[in-house]
């Protein structure tokens, strides 16, 4: 973030070096939040990765961006429909307008959709504020790869999913979508121990919150699935592991990770993909949709009291005219009018009455979103039941 | 709209009546904002439209929902990232959260993927404010249909588009999908003249808008396309005219279209769909393009007033404690210090600062959203002109 950042510009720098000496086929970047930063990039690995795309979101900017070797034929952006809230400043997720992205390459004619994104972070694990928004995000983003992967050869998702590997969050997302942990299948891995992404040992991490987590943790992925014609197979998995070779920071606050994957075509195309385990998915759907249902109860309570507010701050409001006139009619005779506490606690009442509308409208948004999304996952249950 | 619309349940039964003695296939509605509507709707249609599906978005809802014959396989919503604006009260289009919604069908061993949609009116022909955003939205839905649809057997799509058949937005859409539009492919056709949705015959429409239009304007269509084993053709068009049969209100302020489609599986598939004239097609990228940068030019313009006024009202606040201990300091010595002006003064300028950085918050977005997509255009235009 400008202004913001530690070091920006150096570490910025410090990404585009190791972009251009590993020569990747694709890279995809989360939290570029400065489209300046971006232009740079682009103009220092134009040689290499002539192909980039930014994609725009939010106040701020989805932060994503991809960089490629292949021509990238197509782009779609699709903005998760929650994404925490407005008045939690200090967490600012909400003006990132978190989303994710598509990509459409080909090649060696072979048909890649690449999705980047970047989910709601995770401020406490104890007692987390946003798993219900996380886990809408979680399936939006599962539906919008089902639904516009149909004619991709392979499937890529590489991205910041803030999960923990066990989390419900990402156990509903391989198992909707059939996409596979490339560190869990990497025949080689080479970084930080249990592939973990954010270490205690990186000065840009908050040590405090990773004292229960004494190697760090594991929540940037890269995960793939190929079409029945093609098998994906991860060759070898690497992380960076804190400071920059030679340098005394780290690139970023995240570890990088790396993957070669090794596409084959298939002689035949196999009838159907490996047909995956109903009942265990019907139960991480449904341990899901119960988080969701928490959620959309929490949103009901706070839709109903920003209501009550913006009520009783409107009968405060009509009280004061009321209140003048007796005023003014004689019966406060013996004092004169408290003009100014009136002006006061008018205008601080027309304050209240406006922040509590825009409140309430919020949430009544959340509690449709989170509404819509619980229906959808009983939509899925019944079908996986069928 | 509840409380507002005239004779709303009056209508919501007469529909339902309507879509009962009919029995067709499938039903796409729009501007049903009220979901207790849907309910009665739905229990009303149980036994012939055993399926049906209501999308939730925005503050109000999408309005959007669907009633089938057949099951319904699964759903995804799409809300445009540009959807008028929220100040803009008496336009409402804002709160409304704008969509698109899919949903699959299987009929008969057919494939379908069905897109109903309402896109942001149009309030004055001669000077559309709103045509980027309803030209960001008709890209948005060109883009979700090609990118979700490629498993397809069959596309219908189906809304309030709120264009002219010749708008560039309708050419646009149709264009960049490859859809047919079915009023002109109908073998028959039956109901207003012209294929007229909005008449001024029917009662609810507003005559003034209608003025240049003595026959109505058609702004609601039923478009289609099919997978190259497939062929639809339209047996049969027809629209409501005015008043519903036998009774003295039409069904809504928009005429119903009704489309028989005939599908065939073609003998063996056809390699390529009938190429799309290039040439043609780049020309209405190009002049949707250019709306969008009036567009963009636009946004960019409030984007900075709202700033500058944000910044005018900081500076305000910031001279109150300034002339305050000035005038306690005795220069104002003469005069009594305004105690009242003052603090409404000092209302004034958190409330004109709150609500710029709010307008400059949004046009920031709206700047975001009118690039992405004019940049999205340009990788169009490159792709049709290679």
Chains 1, 2 share one sequence.
Request: proline share 4%; glycine share 8%.
């Amino acid at each position: 973030i400008r202004y913001l950042s530690k070091r920006r510009q150096e570490r910025i720098q410090l990404i585009g070096d190791l972009l251009h000496r590993e020569g990747f086929d694709l890279a995809l970047l989360q939290e570029v939040w400065s489209e300046q930063d971006y232009s740079d990039l682009k103009a220092k690995l134009g040689s290499c990765y002539p192909f980039s795309h930014y994609f725009r979101s939010g106040v701020i900017g989805s932060g994503l961006c991809v960089f490629s070797r292949f021509p990238i034929l197509d782009t779609l952006l699709y903005q998760y429909s929650l994404n925490g809230y407005p008045y939690m400043l200090q967490h600012g997720d909400w003006f990132c307008g978190k989303s994710v992205g598509l990509v459409i390459l080909k090649i060696s004619g072979i048909l890649f959709n690449v999705y980047v994104t970047h989910l709601h972070a995770e401020y406490c694990r104890e007692k987390d504020a946003y798993l219900p928004h996380r886990l809408v995000q979680a399936w939006e983003l599962a539906q919008f790869i089902r639904h516009t992967s149909k004619a991709a050869d392979v499937v890529l998702l590489g991205g910041d999913l803030n999960m923990h590997p066990e989390d419900v969050g990402i156990r509903l997302l391989r198992g909707w979508t059939g996409l596979r942990d490339a560190f869990a299948e990497a025949t080689h891995f080479e970084g930080c121990e249990d592939g973990c992404t954010l270490i205690p040992k990186n000065c840009f991490t908050v040590k405090a919150e990773l004292l229960p987590f004494p190697l760090g943790i594991r929540i940037d992925y890269i995960l793939y699935k190929a079409s029945s014609s093609f098998t994906v197979t991860c060759e070898e998995l690497r992380t960076t592991t804190g400071t920059a070779p030679g340098r005394d920071i780290p690139f970023s606050d995240h570890e990088a990770v790396m993957a070669t994957l090794l596409i084959r075509r298939q002689g035949r195309a196999v009838g159907a993909a490996p047909s995956t385990d109903e009942p265990a998915l019907a139960e991480v759907v449904t341990e899901a949709r119960t988080e969701v249902s928490v959620g959309l109860r929490a949103a009901r309570q706070q839709r109903y009291s920003k209501g009550r507010m913006a009520v009783r701050a409107l009968r405060l409001l009509l009280l004061q005219p009321t209140a003048a006139l007796g005023a003014l009619a004689g019966l406060g005779a013996q004092q004169p009018f408290p003009k100014l506490s009136f002006s006061l606690l008018a205008f601080l009442a027309v304050g209240i009455l406006l922040l509590a509308t825009a409140l309430h409208l919020f949430h009544t948004m959340e509690v449709k979103k989170l509404q819509g999304t619980e229906e959808q996952m009983g939509m899925a249950l019944r079908a996986l039941r069928e």
